[in-house]
Nanobody, 127 residues
Framework: QVQLVESGGGSVQAGGSLKLSCAGS????????IGWFRQAPVKEREGVAA????????YYADSVKCRFTISQDTAKNTLALQMNSLQPEDTGMYYC????????????????????WGQGTQVTVSS
């Protein structure tokens, strides 16, 4: 079992920054992918960024490339998402997720492949 707890959400104006954190506990060493997803009202959950823990390759949605950075602190067992130049379209509930299956990297954004989820943290960006 893996437990994930997100923190760091909040409300900012467009152009601002936020840093999300996800604290992991349990059998996190068995996770191949750890990442962030978001869901806006009346929209489907979408992959934002993910790390492949074998080699630590990072993957990003096109909409957040060059603005968001995903990182992991293995000593503290935390996953972070630094979000810069935030825009209103970045508004949503952000979830931390972990996958125990070593699927192909081309599917990093497929939410159904992730086994464990946090409760989410809200990010609101106003114009």
């Amino acid at each position: 079992q893996v437990q994930l707890v997100e923190s760091g959400g909040g409300s900012v104006q467009a152009g601002g920054s936020l840093k999300l954190s996800c604290a992991g506990s349990g059998n996190t060493n068995y996770c191949y992918y750890i990442g962030w997803f978001r869901q806006a009202p009346v929209k489907e959950r979408e992959g934002v960024a993910a790390l492949y823990t074998v080699g630590y390759n990072a993957y990003y949605a096109d909409s957040v490339k060059c603005r968001f950075t995903i990182s992991q602190d293995t000593a503290k067992n935390t996953l972070a998402l630094q979000m810069n130049s935030l825009q209103p379209e970045d508004t949503g509930m952000y979830y931390c997720a972990a996958a125990v299956i070593n699927f192909g990297s081309a599917e990093w954004f497929v939410s159904s492949l992730y086994d464990y989820w946090g409760q989410g943290t809200q990010v609101t960006v106003s114009s």
